[in-house]
């Protein structure tokens, strides 16, 4: 009987606590259900307003991205003009400059009317061009009425190429055109002096029959510069019938003039001879015993045969030279000499 009170009473205080537990249960559910709403709920209202701020950025992007679109096509427009402007002032300046050149060039007329070029030959007009002043060469050339088939060629020559074609030596000029029929051109003179201006008829025979103009223009230059540098300084020695010892230097193009200040001197009792070449003549040198016999008739400047000498002598244009340091004709007993160069050019 205890034994089954005692159960009763355990039975009903299990009973009795149930309620209690489920109820607490659920109230701390409920609890739970309501915080986590108000979290979603303040979730999602500061997720609108982020919402709000992205669309507000991306309005403003927008507005900013059409506003640096206008700013891009202003700027490109303002190049543009900026542009333009800068290549009229460049189309300016060249003509302002070519009036310049125009205004203080002077146009002397070497040549006009018919030459008759002979076959075989050349037939030559010669000009001079000041020192000091860049000059060129209009040339307007056609064949006459009668050679109206026969095409020829032009040359602009120097001192040298003159002799040289004279000799029949036709492989150096400064100038050349194609065979024409008819030409106008403008040719640059590179430098002073005398120079020589060839036609050659391109025909099977007889002559030709060139109707021809030629003006020459001499524009003055500014103050000029000067630059001198040390060409050679030291002993060279010779020795041998026909001996000969060169010494190359070089002009460079652009300049206005140029000029050799030399000293040589011989001890013992000796004398030598200089020469100034250009590179034809130089060539034409090494090809021949100009040196030994004392036959230097193709040289731009050459020194009578002394002991010792000092003098300025003219470059007279740009390009590879040479000095020829030489003994006397039909002589070889060989001797020292001293000597110093020095190159000034003009700019």
Known sequence: MVSLLAYKVALFVLLAGIPTSVGTSIYYGQQQDTILNSHISDLSSKLDNANAQVSNL??????????LGSQSSQISHIQSQNAQLQAQVTQLQAQLLSLSKQKQATATQISSGTIEVPNPGYDYVSFNVSFGVVASLNVTASSGQLSSYYPFIMYLLNGTQYSLFLSGNYGYTTWAS???????????????????????????????????????????VGQLNSQTSLIASGAINLSGYGAVQYVPFAVPRGIISSSLNLSFSVGGGYGARLAVLDQAQYNVFLTCNWVFYGNYTTTSWLSPIVQSYTAPVTVPHPGNWYLAFMEPPGTGSGFTLTETVKLTVSF
């Open 178 to 220: 194609m065979p024409v029929y008819s030409l106008t051109t403008e040719v640059s003179i590179p430098y002073p002096g005398k120079w020589y201006f060839a036609f050659h008829g391109e025909y099977p025979t007889g002559g030709i029959s060139v109707t021809e103009t030629l003006t020459l223009l001499e524009s003055p």
């Open 58 to 67: 991306n309005s403003q992007v927008s507005t900013i991205g059409n506003s």
